[in-house]
């Protein structure tokens, strides 16, 4: 069939071409602003701690602390107690068996020295001598191999009361890191910090905050001989203004699109929100109303940007008699559920005691899920036909979800290839199709 054989045309090539030199912005915007997901490893939680506590064995001491606490009980029956409805005994089993090797070799995935309420205010000359302390045990630990995979501290606020101390704890930390952390000279790192760098801006209440952090940066990277957009930060949500501004707008946008990429994560702040909003304490929780609209309008807010996601935690700790300490397994392991089944791939832990359930639900999520996902994605792949046609966006979103599990250890490999008929580098590529492949995927444990 010929081109005349189509059919003839009413908008001619006069159109499209003003159609593509009226939406060239548009192309532009969304190809900077929106790149999507990167694909890469994002930790299952973070941990904070006070800066003057870290030492190099810290994760390892939580690890045990963890194993220790579920063993009266054993992860077996715990994993058991909290496994989904539904579960098979042999995933039960197979997660357990999983969880208890995570908290033999990496316990913790993100670690943040706490400089901040954690720390409170010592005065400068304390601050000073433990913001170079922190920066020379977390180059020990990165150097000992002892770090988790992904490392940083949170320092002060950018409010007048604290915003010189911020940014005096920001600048010696990675001043020291820089020049002292000898990193660079031990091959652990080709600009003297840690791979794993994370940086957290707390108590964010206007763009300007995050602006100023920027120029920081920016200065801080020039000082110190870094390439220019090595520092990234994640920004904490805990205040009002965050959602809604003082035009009546929403100011996450124009904070994501005006800092040149700088942000790289917003994490909920559950109990500096709640109180915001004059939430009284017994109420203050993960799943409030209040809090599940915060983190609808961030969810909205970042949507397409590649910018990640963390829910906040609870503070019911699991630390009291057996009952006391099921029960509170019982509720972070649903908390956690709750907010991977709402796209919050990520949560704060407070205690080492809540490690067993933050492995054990998120390895549940994953694992109950994949043996569908799976057979969907091969006959996707495969073109098999079914009883579910899948359009592509819908198998972008199994893709997504099977390799978050890859990524965290919930699934392996060989299940992949077993169960979807595909490798780790298609699944990639279904997954992340704007986004350039790894060079190695990081795994985040062992499920098998």
């Not at 770090?147 to 002060?156: D, E, L, T």
């Not at 490999?413 to 986004?435: D, M």
């Amino acid at each position: 069939m010929s081109a005349g054989d189509l059919g003839t045309r009413t908008l001619g090539r006069a159109f499209q071409q003003r159609a593509a030199e009226r939406l060239t912005g548009t192309d532009q915007l969304l190809q900077r602003a929106y790149p999507g997901d990167p694909g890469t490893r994002q930790p299952v939680h973070t941990v904070y701690l006070p800066a003057d506590t870290f030492t190099p064995e810290t994760a390892q001491q939580w690890g045990a602390r963890a194993a220790e606490a579920v063993a009266g009980l054993g992860v077996g029956v715990l994993a058991a107690r909290i496994a989904p409805e539904g579960a098979a005994p042999e995933l039960v089993d197979q997660v357990a068996r999983a969880v208890e090797r995570k908290l033999a070799s990496e316990p913790i995935e993100d670690l943040r020295l706490d400089f901040e309420d954690g720390f409170g205010d010592r005065g400068d000359q304390e601050e000073d001598e433990w913001s170079v302390r922190a920066a020379r045990t977390v180059a020990q630990a990165v150097r000992e191999g002892t770090a988790p995979p992904y490392i940083g501290i949170r320092f002060k606020c950018f409010e007048s009361p604290t915003r010189d101390r911020g940014l005096r704890t920001l600048d010696l930390f990675l001043t020291t890191l820089v020049r002292e952390g000898g990193l660079r000279e031990s091959g652990h790192s080709e600009d003297g910090l840690p791979r794993g760098l994370v940086l957290t801006l707390p108590k964010v209440s206007t763009l300007e905050q995050v602006e100023v952090m920027v120029e920081a940066c920016e200065q801080l990277e020039a000082g110190l001989g870094l390439p220019a957009g090595r520092l990234r930060f994640e920004v904490q949500m805990e205040t009002a203004p965050m959602i809604l501004g003082t035009d009546g707008t929403c100011p996450i946008p124009a904070m994501l699109h005006r800092t040149n990429g700088r942000v790289e994560a917003l994490h909920y702040g559950t109990y500096d929100y709640s109180d915001s909003l004059q939430i009284a304490a017994p109420y203050q929780s993960m799943e409030h109303p209040a809090a599940d609209h915060a983190k609808a309008v961030m969810q909205v807010a970042v949507a397409g940007t590649g910018v990640r996601l963390s829910d906040g935690s609870t503070n019911i700790l699991p630390t009291g008699d057996e009952q006391q300490r099921l029960g509170s397994w019982q509720l972070h392991a649903r908390l956690v559920r709750r907010s991977l089944e709402r796209g919050f791939y990520q949560g704060w832990d407070l205690h080492a005691h809540q490690l067993p359930t933050r492995f054990l639900a998120t390895y549940f999520f994953y694992g109950q899920g994949f043996a569908a996902a799976a057979l969907r994605l091969k006959n996707y792949v495969h073109g098999i036909e079914s009883e579910i046609m899948d359009e592509p966006a819908t198998a972008r979103a199994l893709a997504r979800f099977v390799h978050r599990g890859v990524l965290c250890g919930a699934i392996s490999g060989e299940e992949l290839e077993e169960s979807a008929g595909i490798g780790e580098q298609e699944l990639f590529t279904l997954a992340h199709p704007k986004a350039a492949a790894p060079a190695a995927s990081t795994t985040g444990g062992d499920f098998t």
